[in-house]
């Protein structure tokens, strides 16, 4: 508001009798806040003296400053004359604290810094960093000439309000360099990027740490950049190898960095101040690294990093924009808009940039509001004319009008920002025409493909944990098999489902926890569709869905389905997915190989019984579409078997586990007896793989009766109820499998093998059509009236 400027030589000829250049003993001194002070006068002078330039607003704008003159809508700055001349002077106050700052700089060396680095070194170092660099920005350079020259140059710098620069452009590249090269600098380095690479819910965020020399450190990485900026913007460097010196030592620690293990990541349940504070400043500094490698690639040509480095930078530009909080908004356009290495996919970053800024009042006040809190001078972020900070909140002050507007503003983002993206929604009702649609849809389908191609990229990169590797596989899978519902316009591009059989592959492994893996899928259901259900924050029992296991496959007794111990909200937001997932799959979906293996997945873990249950009734009818274009050619290959295999056992290998009366039920209804005589016949050439699901299914309960469970009577009776009922085909089938598997356990031992001795049964009787010899050693020949419970008590014997 320039209401300072009148007072600037009473502080600083005040702040002349306390100012300790000297290294201050911890807590004695405030040299570094009084060169802070300075720094910001400095940073007023360039703020209010730097011409502007328009762009337009353009998402790729670098530098937008002030002017005295209004221009473009830009308010200006109006300084008197009186206030010009104290702006121009305050150059010659604070010109021997500038040379001061300069030469302490210049005395840094590795072998001095040895053994002392600590909070106030830093803080003081940093300090003075700062401002040299906001000196050298708001000065011109010196310019030599006769007597009179000299005083019409001063005039002209008294009209504009700057001053002249004492400080020669080599001294300070050698003070640059000198900061560069010292263990404090590489110290610095080491403290912040030990975190480049962590979610603020990690364990790594809860560790005990100086504090004080963390935000110091973050300040000097800032401050470094910042000198490196003002050298290069002083338009006296002809050689700009300190830049690539610079930039070598960043990677470098970048590159240590991310080889760790996956640490464990909890939902906070305490965010606390201290901790919201050292976000905020890992934040500015990462922002800040990410900032300063991408524009120095602008200076260096031919400097091309390498693909192992790019995938470090991408990984963590996701993890830092999945940090930022409101009032951050300024960082996360950095991020965005300054993407000279493709970090982030253009359509990404687009849609990013139109949320974070532009889509609605409120988006573009907090945006606004975060220049002014965030934007650094020397960066020329503001773009509005003189200091307009309403308030110093994170949040900018909006009309009810504006929240009704936008009810969702873009930070935060969240951890699953780039996933969001994949079960974000085609906004088409502004559509007016087809021509608008097409358009409309292949702008999403562009993204989306982007999205997918990212994850893969991250999946793939073995050298490091990647963004991507971070995030529970189940939250992954829910979030890509959102991509089915987009539509069938984009679940048809042969990318899309390249990518997704790749990403579905890794996601849905057998080496996967399928417990883990339904748990979060569960959990990341629950959470998306929050906003459904009205009720933003759940009860204490809500939120115990993180650490519940999903309880279906446990051994009973008495042959009843435990229960699925989820609360009734993600019941309904699971059973609401699925559904949504059959009706598309029914209208669409069916004739893609990628979607019938959506639906496949629901199979293969050990989710709910009742969710398993209610998605076969609303199959039903269309079972026999979930077998592969190359299976149905094959129904006898070992992959088959293989995914046989993974959909009887779900992760779990006890083979002695009783599945749920409600999957059983389920099975024998599809295999029964149907009352209409111009139904389809499910048999195996008709079901296919599903056929084969559900007859080994029933087979292995029969064994597991016979064997463990043959006095109970309600087990007994279920038994008799479901068998009775099938076909006559899938009847004599189950019978028989388990015949020849019982009669099989007098010749081996039981092994872990039990479900490749059933499958390996299953296909002699259903695929191979091999006869299957009975107890009494005679072919096997079955009548329509067979008396099963005859049978049991022969089979009971083994």
């Known amino acids: 508001y320039a209401l300072a400027i009148p007072h600037l030589p009473t502080f600083i000829s005040l702040s002349v009798k306390s100012l300790s250049i000297q290294y201050p003993s911890v807590g004695t001194s405030c040299a570094a806040e009084y060169l802070s002070a300075f720094a910001i006068i400095c940073e007023c002078v360039r703020a209010a003296t730097r011409k502007i330039v328009n762009h337009n607003n353009a998402p790729d704008s670098r530098r937008v400053t002030f002017s005295q003159e209004a221009k473009g809508g830009h308010l200006k700055v109006a300084l008197t004359m009186e206030q010009k001349e104290v702006l121009c002077k305050a150059g010659m106050w604070l010109e021997p604290f500038a040379k001061i700052a300069l030469n302490s700089i210049e005395s840094l060396s590795a072998d001095k810094q040895r053994g002392k680095i600590d909070a ?16 050298i920005s708001a000065s011109t350079p010196t310019l030599l000439g006769d007597a009179a020259e000299e005083e019409n140059v001063f005039l002209e710098l008294l009209s504009e309000g ?90 470098i620690s970048l590159m240590k960095n991310g080889t760790i293990a996956q640490e464990s990541s909890e939902m906070l349940q305490n965010r606390n101040t201290s901790l919201l504070a050292r976000v905020a400043w890992l934040n500015s500094a990462h922002s800040a690294v990410l900032q300063f490698l991408q524009s120095s690639s602008e200076l260096i040509n031919g400097d091309e990093l390498s693909p192992a480095t790019i995938g470090r930078m991408k990984s963590m530009c996701f993890i830092v924009l999945s940090r930022l909080q409101p009032g951050e908004e300024v960082f996360a356009a950095r991020i965005l808009r300054l993407d000279n290495l493709s970090l982030i996919p253009v359509s990404i970053r687009s849609i990013l940039f139109k949320e974070l800024c532009s889509k609605s009042t409120r988006a573009r006040k907090q945006y606004l509001h975060s220049i002014l809190s965030h934007g650094d001078l020397l960066d020329g972020e503001g773009t509005r004319g003189p200091f307009q900070l309403e308030s110093l909140r994170c949040a900018a002050s909006c009309s009810p009008q504006d929240r009704e507007e936008d009810l969702t503003p873009l930070l935060p983002m969240g951890k699953l920002c780039l996933l969001h993206i994949l079960s974000s929604t085609i906004n088409i009702d502004d559509i007016r025409n087809y ?70 592959s890794s996601y849905s492994s057998s080496s996967c926890d399928t417990k883990v893996t339904t748990k979060s899928f569960v959990d990341a259901c629950f959470r998306h569709s929050e906003r459904h259900f009205g009720n933003k924050h759940r009860s204490n029992a809500d939120e115990s869905v993180v650490q519940r296991a999903v309880d279906d496959q446990v051994p009973c007794d008495d042959d009843v389905g435990t229960s699925d111990n989820l609360s009734d909200q993600e019941t309904r937001s699971l059973d609401e997915f699925v559904n949504d997932l059959c009706t598309n799959f029914i209208e669409y979906g069916a004739q893609y190989d990628t979607f ?20 076969i009734r609303r199959l039903r009818g269309v079972l026999h579409l979930l077998t592969y274009e190359q299976e149905s050619s094959n129904i006898g290959s070992n992959d088959v078997k293989k995914e046989l295999k993974r959909a009887l056992t779900k992760g779990c290998s006890d083979f002695e586990v009783i599945e749920p009366t409600d999957i059983l039920d389920s099975f024998a209804a599809v295999l029964a007896k149907s009352t209409d005589a111009n139904s389809r016949k499910f048999d195996l050439e008709c079901g296919g793989f599903f056929y084969l699901l559900a007859v080994a299914s029933l087979s292995r309960n029969l064994i597991l009766f016979i064997l463990h469970h043959f006095s109970n009577s309600g087990m007994r009776e279920a038994m008799h109820r479901r068998l009775m009922s099938l076909r006559e085909e899938a009847f004599i089938s189950i019978l028989s499998i388990a015949g020849q598997y019982l009669r099989r356990l007098e010749t081996q031992r039981r092994s872990e093998d039990d479900f490749d001795n059933l499958i390996s049964i299953l296909f002699d009787a259903c695929v191979h059509r091999t006869s299957i010899i009975s107890v009494d050693g005679d072919s096997f020949v079955p009548h329509s009236d067979y008396d099963w419970s005859a049978f049991l008590m022969k089979m009971s014997k083994f």
Not at 597 to 615: E, G, K, M, Q, W
């Open 596 to 615: 019938v293996r959506f639906v496949r997945v629901f199979f293969t873990l050990p989710f709910p019984s009742s969710v398993i249950s209610s998605l």
């Open 435 to 504: 021509d608008e649609l097409a358009q409309r849809t292949n702008d999403a389908k562009r993204v989306i493909l982007d999205a997918l191609d990212t994850l893969l990229e991250m999946e793939n990169d073995d050298q490091i944990v990647t963004y991507a590797k971070k995030i529970e596989n189940g939250t992954k899978l829910y979030h890509l098999m959102n991509v089915a519902l987009l539509g069938e316009n984009l679940i048809r591009d042969d990318n899309i489902q390249r990518i997704i059989c790749a990403l579905l």
């Open 120 to 135: 106030a070194t830093i803080k003081l170092v940093a300090a003075r960093t700062r401002f040299v660099a906001s000196y």
């Open 162 to 251: 700057r001053f002249e620069r004492s400080l020669q452009i080599a001294s300070c590249i050698s003070a640059l360099m000198s900061i560069i090269n010292s263990t404090l600098f590489d110290h610095c380095l080491t403290v912040i990027m030990g975190y480049a690479y962590s979610f603020d819910d990690s364990d790594l965020f809860f560790k005990s740490c100086n504090e004080c020399e963390e935000a110091s450190a973050c300040a000097m990485i800032k401050a470094t950049f910042m000198f490196a900026s003002a050298l290069v913007e002083s338009g006296e460097c002809e050689d700009r190898s300190f830049i690539m010196r610079l930039r070598q030592i960043v990677i």
